[in-house]
């Protein structure tokens, strides 16, 4: 089990992806003006947004940017991270947490798209992610995997830290928070907020084309093309809830209380809308 994953900087990562060499090179990452950065934690919603992003640049350069997510601290995109040698603009994202994020990113005032999504859900997504793929260990059962999500004992750490740092950002004008159940309730809303907060002006026609291509439905038919073999794995069930059907009541009650402990009375903790997904 321990031999799939590593830790770096008290965080635990999937040795597959990461290695320590592409940690260190992004340290020194240039980031630039232009750049929009994708930010989440896993199974927020990342490959879903990176989607609409895509296609939101997309509609504006009038040609397709080569698809792939270039999560920064994947070893697959040392390279790039290295040479710095793709054009502009550049749709990059990561799931690192705020203080790891390299320090151009902040000096160039990149604007982040920050994307969250209500933690029993993330936890549900995050089980079946581990028992799914198999660069990840699996889990017997989600009774097992319930108390490493809580304590963080997963790769990228944990939800709550990641939460209680992005939180303390979300007013600042380079950082946009959108939730996984908000895109769900009002795509077209959705895409339309992402281009104004990026500076993109797309017509209404492709306000609703690229709703149209971010829906569930649109996308686990065809992220396989561009996604390749994650795509199986990643577009599950894209429910909102999903973790009534997990969760016992002491587990709920647990969740309940750490978000109290954690983003009570926070902004993050009510743009999740945790009373009406969480209850
Ligand atoms: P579930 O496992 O609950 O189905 P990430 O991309 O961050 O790994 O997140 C994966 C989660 O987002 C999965 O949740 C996946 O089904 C969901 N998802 C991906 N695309 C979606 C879409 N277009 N609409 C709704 N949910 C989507």
Known sequence: KEALVFTYNGVMYPAAICDTDTFKDIESFEAREDDLMLVSYPKCGS??????????????????????????????????????????????????????????????????????????????????????????????TWDDFFPDFMAGKVVNGSYFDHAVTWNKHLDEDTVLLMTFEDMKEDLEGSVKKISEFFGISITEEQVKQIAEKGSFKYMKENSEKTQGAIAKVVFRKGDVGDWRSHFSEAQSQEVDSKFEECLAGTKLGELLKYNVHCK
Request: aromatic share 14%; glycine share 2%; no cysteine.
């Open 47 to 140: 490959h879903w947004a990176h989607s609409l992003l895509h296609s939101i640049v997309g509609a504006k350069e009038k040609k397709e940017a080569p698809f792939g997510i270039p999560v920064i601290e994947f070893k697959v995109y040392h390279k790039y991270v290295k040479e710095n040698t793709v054009s502009s603009p550049r749709i990059l994202a990561t799931h690192l947490h705020y203080h790891n994020i390299p320090q151009s990113f902040f000096d160039k005032k990149v604007k982040m798209l920050v994307v969250f999504r209500n933690p029993k859900d993330t936890a549900v997504s995050f089980f079946h992610f581990y028992n799914n793929n198999s660069v990840l260990p699996s889990y017997d």
